[in-house]
């Protein structure tokens, strides 16, 4: 069986601390320019410098994300962004552009670079003529099927690697690549600054009749016509395996902390299991399916891996996520009594019933028992976010041991 990472998404430089903790073998981080998620927080060089020094300590790899479809008024930003690049140390460019890649060989010329998805790969010659011109991996296209992916497995070099998105949102556009939002809000999916118009409510209008909406019925459940579901192929990690994909790739550059550890988290064991002993990875699935809903997620699907979806891939009724979590912070330090100091991310007061999340898989109910601010203060709750406090919490069983990492989360059921 080949080696398989695991590559979770970091949108910030405290994101990319969680995503190691929980159990990424890789990163993919974008800088300020050149990625596809421009919305995003996205690392400064002296941000990278930093994150690439923290996982490089824990074993982890950093691939930085240069996927736009570039014009040419990009080239020469590009070519002075890859300079910028040459010494901190990352594992790997992710590209999709041919002239993108074209500079990446000659200023970076003993970085390995990867495929993007946005390259549209779809079939084995693709992935030969990119193995030619020196990349180390291509991503699949969203679009194939586990049989595809196996075939192609078979007709290239062994020492060439396959990553697939194996959980996120999908894109309604040919593996992302987008018109939609340039044409209606003048912003550029190809360029990192889509508006997803794909999840928008739409009626139509009459030609002769300006401003009178009538709705457009499909199967009478809504009118959401671009509304993917999310994929989730954690029930399907055997399959994943089996087809000889290298690195199992998760979506969500703009999702925060809690998000990233109950993904990476769920996919590490589940993989760690797998790889162990199939029988006991199929007796956890319950607990899988239970954890993984745990972030905030839209109704899952199978996307295109078993074959072309039909109306089981569409959403009908609404374009929201489910909430079944909210984040409350990270512990970022443990005074000798016990507090833990986070930065709130949502408010929370005195005498809530909250959860601690591990990295280690263990979870602990707890009642918040004090809070302070910053300077000292005791405060009933916490309503601003990004507040710097200290908090005391109690456990039913008398006994609670915090430690940098641990996500303090409240149920929503």
């Not at 300020?32 to 410098?49: C, D, H, T, V, Y």
């Not at 009478?220 to 399907?236: A, K, P, Q, V, Y």
Request: hydrophobic share 35%; proline share 3%; aromatic share 10%.
């Amino acid at each position: 069986m080949r080696e398989t990472e695991l590559l979770i998404p970091a949108g910030s430089l405290e994101v990319l601390k969680t995503a190691v903790a929980y159990g990424a073998d890789a990163v993919y981080i974008g800088g300020e320019a050149f990625g596809l998620r421009a919305k995003a927080k996205n690392f400064s060089m002296p941000q990278i410098r930093e994150g690439v020094a923290f996982a490089h300590r824990r074993g982890v790899k950093v691939y930085i994300t240069a996927n736009i479809l570039a014009h040419d008024r990009d080239l020469a930003g590009v070519e002075a962004y890859f300079q910028e690049l040459k010494d901190v140390g990352m594992d790997a460019l992710i590209i999709a552009d041919p002239g993108v890649f074209t500079i990446a060989r000659r200023v970076l010329p003993d970085v390995d670079i990867h495929i993007s998805t946005q390259a549209n790969n779809t079939n084995a010659g693709t992935f030969r003529f990119w193995w030619d011109l020196g990349a180390k991996r291509v991503v699949c296209a969203r679009e194939l099927t586990l049989e595809e992916i196996r075939k192609i497995r078979q007709d290239i070099p062994r020492e060439m690697e396959i990553e697939c998105f194996v959980h996120g949102a999908m894109c309604i556009s040919y593996s992302g690549r987008c018109l939609l939002s340039n044409y209606l809000a003048g912003r550029d999916a190809n360029q990192g600054a889509c508006t997803h118009p794909c999840r928008w409510k739409y009626g139509v209008v009459e030609e002769t009749r300006p401003g009178e909406y009538m709705p457009v019925f499909e199967n009478e459940r809504g009118t959401f016509l671009f509304n993917s579901r999310d994929l989730c192929m954690i029930e399907h990690v055997p399959e994943l395996l089996a087809a000889g994909i290298d690195s199992f790739k998760v979506e969500g550059r703009m999702k925060n902390a809690l998000y990233v550890a109950t993904v990476a988290r769920t996919y590490r064991r589940a993989i760690d299991s797998c790889k162990r002993d199939v029988e006991q990875y199929r007796q956890e699935l319950k607990w899988y399916r239970e954890e993984i809903l745990k972030c905030t997620c839209r109704e899952y699907s199978t996307g295109f891996y078993f074959g072309k979806p039909g109306q089981e891939g569409q959403i009908y009724g609404e374009s929201t996520y489910q909430k079944n979590y909210t984040y409350l912070g990270t512990v970022e330090e443990v005074d000798e009594k016990g507090r833990c100091r986070i930065e709130q991310k949502n408010k929370f007061s005195l005498g809530d019933r909250i959860e601690v999340m591990r990295p280690d898989g263990r979870d602990q109910e707890v009642t918040v028992r004090q809070i302070w601010s910053q300077e000292g203060e005791a405060i009933e709750s916490a309503p601003h976010a990004r507040q710097i406090l200290w908090v005391a919490l109690d456990a039913p069983c008398g006994e609670i041991r915090l430690g940098p990492y641990d996500i303090l989360r409240r149920s929503e059921a």
